[in-house]
């Protein structure tokens, strides 16, 4: 007799992960997981990616030019390569660089070759090509195990595998031959299959000492190396192996078979393959009516690709008893059979029989209360009571006791050992007590005499010290001496309690929407315990207390809280069902076994080898699918696939927007979620939204970070990935830009300092040149008026004294002139242009009235800036002096005086023409020469301008031009 071991009988389940590309295009050819977690796979000969969020063709994110259009069937490595069969040859495409491979290495003479079969045994990948080699990979290296002839007309290959190796040994099915490789030596053999062996082989799986062949027409075979056997495997009939809906897979060292209807095969992996374990497994039956195009087990998992989606076939990691009995209200234990109660017959089975049995006709069995060795109250929704004893189901009889005047309802959903031998009854209606000796039914009345929980369904009772602690669907409640309290929640609120427990001196409450509540006996104080601290659902069905460990049934999943953290297990785990319901629960400490029901059967697990499983498991690692840059909302410039070690992007300076596209690796176990911040915009992490889409408008230029991390649904697993962007600057926003701002302006300041200097140098000069005309000028002249006083003293003739009176007063004009020259010079009022004007005017007359001169002026004032005081200065003393020549050698005669301001230049022009007839006897008494030309020059040079000249009989011209434009710029600036 062979040994069961259920544990390992129903230890897979599947997961759902696509159900094809949509609706309408649900057949997955071929299917794998590159190194990052992502999903690869071949529909309608075309590739696809999927991220756990969205599917998307390969050509969308592969941007370049393609070398195939279709693609057979694909395979992954653990060096993150697609190996990708196609109608053009083999490529590769390395997803960790996101390039294809090129002539390298380990892919010359691999590239553009079609492929027979391609095997990834873990450490080694094996690729047999039509050019007749068999090549093995090793990372990026490769070396040649194995030349063949290849065959012209090429007959059926096998569905399945035709290529096999480990670490020792090669198989290869080619064409009617069977090729076998000594790894290690390298020596080869090949052996002629029949040609109906062949012609039917369906896939092949290594054993110990050869090799399992599954044909379709031939059913099972084993070759030992000299010949094919076929064999009988032990449980199986001939209909088995003519009916193809069944899996089979090679895994540790056995041979897994599950059929459509359940059965479930391991085989051990020899020549004569020995049944070990023969039970019933929890795949969905459906899935076996479909197709199976790959079936690839690696681990733990392995990926179902079918006409009907894409499936995970998953190896549970804790041991696990299924009994699909429908909705399991209630659990008792007599002998070594579980009863399970529900809306059914009654139903029984043991733990090493997976049968189900029925042992009492249909019925509501809601509760079960042991009374006894192997005896059993039933609480029953309809019927009230009845007695279970050793598996044979009873009715109980009862009536109201005399005086009763409440309605007694016979809807029973909790039962509780009272005083002696009579019992709790929680009821649709309030509490009741049951006396199993007279069969009396009254009601438990508090104070007043009213019923306790009138018009409440009690949903659990529990009787400690002579309390009677109840929950009903308004909250939590106790009774002692007639008096009742309602300790949670307050007592306007309503709440949903489905039962209640008792550790540590605490009450704990499994609640419809609260999560778990903890009650402080002593204190009165509650905490709290939902999703939001990592329990499974906030609606909690029931609860157990196993070695310190609170089991928690919930509407989505089981719980286990250690006193610090939640532990959670759903379908994708590997329960058969999610939904927990009422308080199904039993512990059978003889076994170690931990038994729930829910709205789909029971379940079995071992408390703590349960926990460890769940602690073992880990989220992964975060990794960005997909970017999409753009220069408007609406503009794409492109959108890409990041490299894998790729942790910093540059971003061009016109980009105006991205989107970050975040993969959801597994998606499908939905055991964890994922955060991100976006440091400086989003400084505190956010759940990611289900599009898995970051978006960033209006970026600005800077030094972006974005942080996303993977947190499991206890928060105990966390894996987080930082990523940094950097938009490059427009010029104006670069250091550079800035430096050369602050050196500009550096320049500019110094150029303004120096242009100070030279401005309070200049006035400095201008005061000590006023101050040596004054004491040149004005001396000379005081000179003079005292030497004329000292002859009028002396000479007492009246004609000499007149002289030197006139002298007297001519000295004193000038010097009051000189005098006035140097306050209007010296006073910065006088800096706009209209006083130069006003000034040259009052010279002109103040001097040339006295002569026989006709003056015009032509004055242009286009700019109403002022003049810098040095140029009023120097431009003033070259017209005065002009003047004095004009009245030394030109008494008679006209004079035009014109004078341009404009913003950037200053235009003087002074031109005297004398009358004919004295011209030539002014010239010849007074020539024009002397100091006065050479001091107006050295005025002009003084200013920057230019001085011309002109000088004749006839005609004396003077004309100065200055240019204004960045003396007077900074003129205006600091005055």
Not at 834 to 846: A, C, I, P, T
């Amino acid at each position: 007799m062979p040994v069961f071991n259920r544990v390992v009988a129903s230890s897979y389940h599947e997961i759902e992960i696509l159900s094809g590309i949509d609706s309408f295009h649900r057949n997955i050819e071929s299917a794998g997981r590159d190194k990052q977690g992502f999903i690869w796979f071949v529909a309608g000969s075309l590739l696809y990616r999927y991220d756990g969020v969205s599917i998307r063709p390969f050509e969308e994110l592969y941007t370049s030019e393609l070398g195939f259009t279709e693609v057979n069937r694909l395979t992954t490595d653990d060096c993150g390569r697609l190996w990708l069969e196609t109608r053009n040859g083999l490529f590769i495409f390395d997803t960790m660089l996101w390039r294809f491979i090129g002539q390298d290495t380990f892919s010359k003479g691999l590239l553009g070759e079609y492929v027979i079969a391609i095997f990834n045994q873990g450490k080694h990948l094996f690729v047999a090509t039509r050019s007749g080699v068999v090549w093995q990979i090793n990372g990026y290296k490769k070396r040649r195990v194995l030349g063949f002839e290849p065959a012209l007309s090429e007959l059926r290959r096998p569905v399945g595998h035709c290529l096999l190796a480990d670490d020792n040994r090669l198989w290869f099915a080619y064409n009617s031959l069977l090729f076998f490789v000594n790894l290690k030596t390298g020596i080869a053999q090949h052996f002629q299959m029949p040609k109906r062996v062949y012609q039917g082989l369906d896939d092949v799986f290594l054993l110990k000492e050869g090799l399992l062949l599954r044909n379709y027409g031939l059913g099972y075979l084993t070759f030992d190396g000299r010949q094919f056997n076929k064999i009988h495997l032990k449980g199986l009939d001939i209909g088995d192996m003519r009916d193809w809906a069944h899996w089979s897979f090679a895994e540790a060292g056995k041979i897994i078979f599950l059929f459509g209807d359940g059965r479930y095969f391991e085989y051990q992996n020899n020549l004569g393959m020995t049944l070990i374990s023969q039970n019933i497994h929890d795949v969905r039956r459906s899935l076996f009516n479909s197709k199976l195009n790959q079936l690839d087990f690696k681990g733990h998992e392995g990926f179902c690709a079918t006409e009907h989606g894409l499936y995970s076939l998953v190896k549970r990691n804790f041991s696990l008893s299924y009994w699909n009995t429908g909705t399991a209200r209630a659990i008792v234990k007599q002998q070594d059979k579980y009863y399970v109660g529900g809306y059914a017959p009654l139903k029984y089975f043991t733990l090493n029989d997976l049968s189900i049995k029925e042992s009492a006709p249909l019925n509501n069995y809601y509760a079960f209360l042991p009374i006894g060795q192997d005896t059993a109250l039933v609480g029953m929704e309809g019927n009230f009571l009845g007695l279970l004893v050793r598996g044979k189901f009873s009715f109980l009889s009862y009536r109201k006791a005399k005086g009763t005047r409440e309605d007694l309802s016979t809807m029973v959903y909790s039962l509780c050992h009272y005083r002696n031998n009579s019992y709790l009854v929680g009821t649709s209606g309030g509490l009741w007590v049951y006396n199993r000796d007279t069969g009396l039914v009254s009601p438990l009345r508090d104070k007043i005499g009213r019923l306790v929980g009138m018009g409440e369904r009690i949903n659990s009772i529990q009787v400690r010290q002579q309390v009677i602690s109840f929950t009903t669907d308004n909250g939590y409640f106790d009774y002692l001496a007639g008096q009742v309290r309602k300790i949670y929640p307050l007592q306007s609120e309503r709440l949903q309690v489905y039962s209640h427990t008792f550790y540590n001196n605490k009450v704990f409450l499994a609640t419809k929407g609260k999560g778990l509540i903890a009650i402080d006996a002593v204190s009165g104080h509650v905490d709290t315990y939902g999703t939001n601290v990592g329990l499974a659902h906030n609606v909690i069905f029931n609860m157990a207390w196993v070695d310190n460990l609170l089991f928690l049934g919930t509407y989505r999943g089981l719980s286990v809280w250690d006193g610090k953290n939640f532990y959670n297990a759903y379908a994708m785990h590997g329960l058969p069902f999610e939904e927990f319901n009422q308080a199904s629960v039993l512990e059978d400490r003889l076994k170690g076994q931990l038994l729930i029901g829910g709205v789909l059967g029971c379940i079995a697990i071992q408390p703590k080898e349960f926990l460890h499983s769940l602690k073992q498991q880990s989220v992964p690692q975060p990794v960005l699918s997909r970017i999409a840059i753009g220069t408007g909302s609406s503009t794409i410039l492109r959108s890409y696939t990041p490299n894998a070690d790729q942790d910093t992007v540059m971003f061009d300076k016109q980009i105006e927007f991205v989107n970050l596209n975040v993969a959801k690796i597994d998606a499908y176990k939905q055991n964890y979620k994922i955060y991100f911040r976006l440091r400086p915009l989003v400084k505190s992490f956010q759940e990611l939204s289900t599009s898995g889409e970051i978006s960033i408008s209006d970026l600005r230029t800077g030094e972006y970070e974005l942080e996303v991390k993977a947190v499991s649904d206890n928060g105990l697993s966390v894996k987080s990935k930082r990523w940094l962007f950097y938009k490059k600057p427009n010029f104006y926003e670069t250091q550079l830009f800035y430096v050369l701002i602050t050196l500009g302006i550096g320049f500019v300041l110094y150029a303004v300092a120096i242009m100070r200097s030279s401005q309070l140098k200049r006035d400095r000069k201008l005061r000590l040149e006023l101050a040596r005309d004054l004491h040149d000028e004005v001396g000379g002249l005081l000179t003079g008026i005292a030497m004329q006083t000292d002859l009028i003293t002396i000479d007492q003739d009246a004609a000499r004294q007149n002289r030197s009176l006139e002298k007297i007063a001519e000295y004193s004009r000038e010097a009051v002139q000189t005098m006035d020259d140097v306050i209007w010079a010296i006073d910065s009022r006088n800096n706009s242009q209209g006083s130069l004007e006003d000034r040259m005017r009052f010279l002109v007359s103040q001097i040339l009235p006295m002569r026989d001169v006709e003056v015009q002026f032509d004055v242009n004032l286009e700019s109403a800036g002022k003049l810098p005081q040095y140029v009023r200065q120097n431009v003033y003393l070259i017209f005065k002096e002009a003047l004095h020549n004009i009245c030394k050698h030109s008494p008679h005669g006209q004079v035009d005086v014109y004078l341009k301001i404009a913003p950037r230049q200053l235009v003087l022009k002074v031109s005297n023409v004398l009358r004919v007839k004295k011209a030539a006897e002014s010239y010849a008494r007074h020539p024009r020469h002397g100091q006065g030309t050479s001091n107006m020059k050295r005025r002009a040079e003084a200013i920057g301008g230019k001085f011309e000249v002109e000088r004749s009989a006839t005609h004396y011209r003077i004309e100065l031009v200055a240019k204004l434009h960045a003396k007077k710029f900074f003129y205006d600036l600091f005055n």
